[in-house]
C-alpha cells in the first residue's frame, strides 16, 4: 500500500499562485508514476497532470498547459505541483493519485484531496 498526503490547497485571487504538495509513503518503491485529478462541484473528475516516477516525462490537460508545473523530488517522495496565473476554473478540489508499476492504467493510490478556491 501507498499513502498520500496533499496539503497547500487555499484560496487565492484570480492571477495568483499556489503551489501543492503530495508526500508518499508506504510501498513507495513499487509507483511508476504520480499525478494530480480535480474535481469541481457538479463536475466529474479530471486528470490536471502527471509525472513519470523514474523518467522526466511530464502531462498536462490542456486547460493547464503552460500555468502548471509539476515536479518530484524522489528522495522525499514528494510531489508537486506550481500553479501559476490562476483562473476562477481552476476552483476545484484537488487529489494526488499514485499509479502502481503491477497496473499503469489507472491510478491506484488516492489522497484525500485538498480544496483549491480561485476568486474573481
Known amino acids: 500500500q501507498v499513502q498520500l498526503v496533499e496539503s497547500g490547497g487555499g484560496l487565492v485571487q484570480a492571477g495568483g499562485s499556489l503551489r501543492l504538495s503530495c508526500a508518499a509513503s508506504g510501498r513507495t518503491f513499487s509507483i511508476y508514476a504520480m499525478g494530480w485529478f480535480r474535481q469541481a462541484p457538479g463536475k466529474e473528475r479530471e486528470f490536471v497532470s502527471g509525472?513519470?516516477?523514474?523518467?522526466?516525462?511530464?502531462y498536462y490537460a490542456d486547460s493547464v498547459k503552460g500555468r502548471f508545473t509539476i515536479s518530484r523530488d524522489n528522495a522525499k517522495n514528494t510531489v508537486y505541483l506550481q500553479m501559476n496565473r490562476l483562473i476562477p476554473e481552476d476552483t476545484a478540489v484537488y487529489y494526488c493519485?499514485?499509479?502502481?508499476?503491477?497496473?499503469?492504467?489507472?491510478?491506484?493510490?488516492w489522497g484525500q484531496g485538498t480544496q483549491v478556491t480561485v476568486s474573481s
Open positions: 509525472i513519470l516516477w523514474k523518467d522526466d516525462i511530464t
Open positions: 493519485a499514485a499509479w502502481d508499476d503491477t497496473n499503469r492504467g489507472s491510478p491506484v493510490y
